[in-house]
């Protein structure tokens, strides 16, 4: 019975990191100038070409290392991770604002009417110089 270590199936990798960033086949053939069938076969494919790995990455963007190093395990412990850091930080339900919404809004109307102001301004002004110029003429 062998110890070794079974080789990462690549394009296993690039399957699932693919479908966990909902990428369908065709999206990926798109982004990497090949067809759908191609990425298929690579994706069924043990191992892949260094620089089809380079485009695939960039498509997925993704490190390479992402790809040859992904494990589902990992996957799941890392969104684990995020989750607790995420309840326990003012990111949850529980948190509250350390502003006035409302003045936030209103803030934002204010500088939408100056910005209209402005522009109504500027409208006008164009509108007396076209008069000025059909004037002289």
Not at 13 to 18: K, P, V
């Amino acid at each position: 019975m062998s110890t070794t270590a079974k080789p990462k199936h690549i394009g296993r990798n690039i399957s699932r990191i693919r479908e966990l960033k909902g990428m369908k086949q065709e999206a990926l053939a798109m982004a990497i100038g090949v067809t759908q069938q191609t990425v298929s076969n690579l994706e069924a494919s043990e191992t892949v070409e260094e620089s089809k790995l380079v485009e695939i990455a960039k498509a997925l963007e993704v490190s390479v290392e992402a790809i040859k190093n992904f494990s589902e395990e990992a996957v799941f412990n890392y969104f684990n991770t995020f989750n607790e850091a995420v309840s326990g930080s003012n990111f949850g339900p529980q948190s509250t604002c350390t502003f006035n919404p409302l003045d936030k809004v209103v803030e934002l109307y204010e500088r939408l009417v100056l910005a209209e102001k402005e522009l109504v301004k500027a409208e006008k002004e164009k509108v007396e110089y076209l008069e000025k110029v059909l004037k002289g003429k």
